[in-house]
């Protein structure tokens, strides 16, 4: 049974961080505009995401555009976002894998061992799921610090950590412990002793002594 709620436990916290990362990849704010100058107008908010950057005014009003030219896109951004669209699709199967090995379904009850098997599978898929969006978020936070401490970049060109990377940090770490906790449900080897022999039982004695 608690074989069984470690399981409930990992899938759940998994498929948490696999929405998480699909909300992550889908803001827009994954970097935000640094006020961090002296005669900066806040009138305004710009932040800029995976697939579109974003003006918000102070009225309420925004204003969005999608990047539209693929290969004018740097390496880093080109990279962040394939690799956030592979943890999706990793996710999405780990999904199905981990539900045929989930304790509480009814596939494969027939094979016990193989069951459980399935759900080790799924928790190594959705562990390298959390992988890729970490490495993402990573790289891409990586990026923003380099820039906005490069003295060539221009004070009024700085940007900061947006609302998103930090949602693709909580989903790469949910997805990473739950991939974890569904690969503990790999099955024991039983020990295969030879089973023993039994002694064959003694004859009751006659009670005489022969000489």
Known sequence: ?????????????????????????ALPQWKI?????????????IFEGLWMSCVSQSTGQIQCKVFDSLLNLNSTLQATRALMVIGILLGLIAIFVSTIGMKCMKCLEEDEVQKMWMAVIGG??????????????????NRIVQEFYDP????????????AL?????????????????SCSCPRKTTSYPTPRPYPKPTPSSGKDYV
């Open 1 to 25: 049974m608690a074989n069984a709620g470690l399981q409930l436990l990992g899938f759940i916290l998994a498929s948490l961080g696999w929405i998480g990362s699909i909300v992550s990849t």
């Open 33 to 45: 505009y640094s006020y961090a100058g002296d005669n900066i107008v806040t009138a305004q908010a």
């Open 124 to 141: 190594i898929i959705f562990f390298t799921s959390g992988l890729a969006t970490l490495v993402a978020t990573a790289w891409y936070g």
């Open 152 to 163: 060539m970049t221009p004070v009024n060109a700085r940007y900061e950590f947006g609302q």
């Open 166 to 182: 930090f949602t693709g940090w909580a989903a790469a770490s949910l997805c990473l412990l739950g991939g974890a906790l569904l």
